[in-house]
């Protein structure tokens, strides 16, 4: 289904991850850089024309990073999923289950790959990096840009469920019959139920499943095209966090990024945080439901 060319002569590098995961802080650091280009959340919230991010980058670098922070007026990178889906489709911004390279129609091929491509020819760069949360939409990505690279940024599950829990916006207090990630499949179900329906159980059970989905799509990727990170090296050691991620996409360490690097305030205090905020047998409980993934990544 993929276009031999599409995307030729730029290199797209996705930074994916579950939500609540760090994978914004890594977005924001990495698009310091002054070979990167990216969409802005104001052409995600405003109906602009391509070229008006030709100024992305050189704004951006020029700001603090206290005027990208969240929760308020901000410039920075954006995921874009109100321009995703007025200019490709609302499937890529809340699918019921991970986007596959089946998932390509022609259609959403052309569209999906003019989307970046008009963007980074605009922006006059050779390497163009996106986000995306939730689920990692990597095979549909590949099957528009074979050779697109992925820096997958993962976080204790039991950090990732704490941090939902404490989100507004999170739709699991609502149930799985009205959330956007589609029916819980039968044994995670089953755990639920046997948890009264616990919303703890509910946040580390969403976790599981997407977690699992990023090791279904990575089974279909290059070793070399896909980088896993944990958020809490990010925070603890981040210079040679970052310096592995640059040497992934294929850019350098200069003095430039040097300067929008030393904007950044790094810290690993909420790397344990769900310990304090949840009760001790909810931790347990966690504990024990993510075993196998939690090991898998190093965590204990």
């Not at 163009?128 to 204790?156: E, M, N, Q, Y």
């Not at 956007?180 to 946040?203: C, I």
């Amino acid at each position: 289904m993929a276009t031999p060319d599409a995307g030729e002569g730029t290199r797209f590098v996705f930074v994916l991850g579950t939500g609540r995961c760090g994978s914004t802080l890594v977005e924001e650091v990495l698009c310091r850089h002054a070979a990167v280009g990216f969409v802005s959340n104001l052409e995600d919230r405003f109906k602009l024309p391509v070229t008006a991010g030709r100024w992305n980058g050189s704004l951006y670098r020029r700001l603090p990073a206290a005027v990208t922070q969240k929760s308020r007026v901000r410039y920075a990178p954006s995921e874009g999923y109100r321009v995703l889906s007025r200019e490709v489709s609302p499937l890529l911004a809340s699918p019921m289950r991970d986007l596959t390279a089946a998932d390509v129609t022609p259609w959403l091929e052309r569209r999906f790959g003019a989307f970046f491509t008009e963007r980074a020819h605009a922006q006059g760069t050779d390497t163009f990096l996106h986000k995306f949360t939730g689920w990692s939409r990597a095979g549909f990505i590949r099957g528009v840009f074979p050779s697109a690279r992925f820096i997958h940024v993962v976080r204790d599950g039991r950090a990732v469920a704490n941090s939902w829990l404490q989100m507004p916006w999170w739709l699991g207090f609502e149930g799985p019959d009205h959330w956007q990630w589609g029916p819980l499949p039968a044994d995670l179900a089953a755990e639920w139920d046997t948890s009264d329906r616990s919303f703890v159980v509910l946040g580390g059970l969403l976790w599981k499943l997407l977690i699992e989905a990023f090791d279904s799509a990575r089974a279909a990727v290059p070793s070399a095209d896909w980088l896993e990170i944990r958020y809490e090296d990010v925070a603890a050691n981040p210079r040679p966090a970052f310096a592995k991620m640059l040497e992934f996409c294929g850019l350098p360490w200069d003095a430039e990024f040097e300067r929008g690097f030393e904007r950044h305030t790094f810290t690993a205090s909420r790397s344990d945080a769900f310990r304090r905020d949840l009760a001790p047998a909810d931790v347990d409980r966690l504990s024990r439901i993510l075993a196998s993934d939690l090991a898998a990544r190093g965590y204990a």
